[in-house]
């Protein structure tokens, strides 16, 4: 039914939305509806409850109005089987046999330079399901978790995931760094290595691409006083 006052409208959304929440498979299920307005959500039914309950004062008639149709109210009580049980058998032998492999990188980050530190990211990206072990190794020991950093696993919103994985490392050189990832698309675990460059190595590179850039300069230039004298 619709709501029993009158929202004002121009400008602003009115929305319904039904979310069920499982424990355990469909051990225990919950119901929600949650109605917004103007993003802001002023009144939901909760099925751990068995009727309407206001969020905001907004809500409060809402509240009221819904929870004297019993018919009305009987039904929403009814979605935790018709609605919430019912999709689950029907959507999740896709979900549970779904599996999208993650990519994974390793991106270095220098810290303090005096003190040689770091921060190595392991970025796991667009992986499902959610479950998933991430360890670091260095020379093929596993790193004590001290000084491993995990960020909270974010949702993508296309039904995949992703997180980081961080060490705080003071790599020397020979050293060999790396990250495994274990995860339901892989048949074994996945390692991915990173090895630190040595400071003449990066000397060398960073003076062949001056010296790329330099002499790509004077060929254009002399390109453009050839083209001048024809």
């Known amino acids: 039914p619709p709501p029993p006052h009158n929202l004002p409208a121009e400008h602003f959304v009115y929305q319904w939305a039904s979310e069920?929440?499982?424990?355990?498979?469909?051990?225990?299920?919950?119901f929600l509806d949650r109605i917004a307005f103007g993003r802001q959500e002023f009144v939901r039914f909760d099925s751990d409850r068995g009727e309407f309950e206001a969020v905001t004062t907004l809500g409060e008639p809402d509240a009221r109005y819904w929870?004297?149709?019993?018919?009305?109210?009987?039904?929403?009580?009814?979605?935790?089987?018709?609605?919430?049980?019912?999709?689950?058998a029907s959507d999740w032998p896709f979900a549970s046999s779904r599996r999208?492999?993650?990519?994974?990188?390793?991106?270095?980050?220098?810290s303090d330079s005096s003190s040689h530190n770091t921060l190595l990211i392991c970025n796991v990206a667009r992986f499902w399901p959610a479950e998933i072990e991430?360890?670091?190794?260095?020379?093929?020991?596993?790193?004590?978790?001290?000084?491993?950093?995990?960020t909270d696993l974010i949702r993508n919103g296309d039904w995949t995931f992703q997180m980081a994985v961080m060490l705080e490392a003071q790599p020397e050189r020979g050293d060999v760094y790396a990250c495994q990832v274990e995860h339901a698309s892989f048949p074994e675990p996945i390692t991915v290595q990173w090895e630190p460059?040595?400071?003449?190595?990066?000397?060398?590179?960073?003076?062949?691409?001056?010296?790329l850039v330099t002499g790509l300069v004077f060929f254009i230039a002399g390109l453009s006083l050839y083209v001048k004298s024809q």
């Open 20 to 30: 069920c929440l499982y424990h355990n498979g469909t051990e225990r299920v919950r």
């Open 67 to 88: 929870n004297s149709q019993k018919d009305f109210l009987e039904r929403r009580r009814s979605e935790v089987d018709a609605f919430c049980r019912s999709n689950w």
């Open 100 to 110: 999208v492999q993650p990519k994974v990188k390793i991106a270095p980050s220098s």
């Open 134 to 150: 991430i360890k670091w190794f260095r020379n093929g020991k596993e790193e004590d978790e001290s000084r491993v950093f995990t």
């Open 197 to 211: 460059q040595s400071d003449s190595a990066r000397s060398k590179m960073w003076t062949g691409v001056l010296g």
